[in-house]
């Protein structure tokens, strides 16, 4: 967890000002599912950039998903870590620069063994997506192929996400207490019986002092913005952390202080403490 304390004094937990290296999640930080990003967000964003400070989208989006956001926000050159920091990108180019696979033929038989209805979706990085069904999400971008379970596992994928189709996320969490595959570790959602896979100690906080390392950026000139559980090691990692209002209970607890939900622009509350 970050350094900071409650109220509009949270700032004190950045050293020496403005934050250098800022990470901010996607679904239900920029904008909301299906909605385009405000303007003041996208204002927010572009002055810190003009600024000087590293913006960088750090979501669990595939890269083909990623892209248009990256658009939205005017972001022409920098950083961003895709697939839960799976993926980091060049935004200039738009492509790979690291990509951290596994591979997902055990998660996915471990996984069959406790959810024997379980649907697989595993990523082809920028080229789409192979999954086992049709579960709840939309691919619209990239090549989507139906494929059975020995094909979707005998590639490797920086991400593997799992949808049970008739289970409740409770008694998903309950059998995911077994679940144990060494080179792999998960997060489960935040509303509904799925979970993502990636290759053991992968997260957004993992990706992110990487990225911090090669930038050179002081570890108290961080700060991230996020809203679910695959943001939990992104809000460990920042020296100042803010979580979405509505986040999850247990996202709220690590955060530093707590921001506008998307409709309040909760991002730009945040930015424009220091770039206007």
């Known amino acids: 967890m970050g350094v900071g304390g409650g109220g509009h004094n949270e700032a004190v937990g950045l050293a020496g000002g403005a934050p250098k290296l800022i990470a901010l999640d996607v679904d239900g930080t920029l904008l909301a599912t299906g909605v385009g990003i405000s303007a003041r967000v996208g204002a927010a964003v572009a002055a810190a950039v003009a600024a000087g400070s590293h913006v960088v989208v ?3 989006r595939t890269v083909l998903t990623t892209r248009p956001v990256l658009s939205e926000l005017g972001l022409a050159e920098g950083h961003a870590l895709c697939s839960n920091g ?4 060049d935004v200039a180019r ?3 620069v690291a990509v951290q696979s596994f591979d997902p033929g055990p998660a996915v038989l471990a996984l069959r063994a406790l959810f024997p209805a379980m649907i697989f979706a ?5 080229v789409g997506t192979w999954a086992t069904g049709h579960g709840p999400g939309e691919f ?4 989507f192929q139906l ?3 020995r094909t979707l596992s005998s590639v490797p994928t920086p991400r593997l996400n799992g949808w049970w189709p008739d289970g409740t996320p409770d008694e998903m969490l309950r059998l995911l207490e077994t679940f144990d595959v060494p080179e792999a570790s998960w997060v489960h959602g935040e509303y509904g019986p799925w979970l993502t896979v990636s290759r053991r100690g992968v997260s957004k906080g993992w990706a992110l002092e990487k990225l911090r390392l090669l930038l050179g950026v002081e570890a108290d000139a961080t700060l991230a913005i996020g809203d ?3 943001d939990r090691e992104m809000l460990r990692w920042a020296a100042h952390s803010v979580a979405m209002a509505g986040s999850p209970d247990e996202v709220i607890a690590l955060a530093d202080e707590v921001t506008g939900d998307v409709s309040e622009d909760g991002v730009a509350t945040v930015l424009e403490r220091w770039f206007v």
Do not use: K, M, R, W
């Open 147 to 149: 494929v059975d379970h």
């Open 122 to 126: 595993a990523e082809q990085v920028g």
């Open 86 to 89: 799976a993926v980091h990108i």
């Open 94 to 96: 738009g492509e790979p």
């Open 140 to 143: 619209s971008i990239g090549d």
């Open 228 to 230: 679910g559980f695959n």
């Open 58 to 60: 750090t979501t669990g």
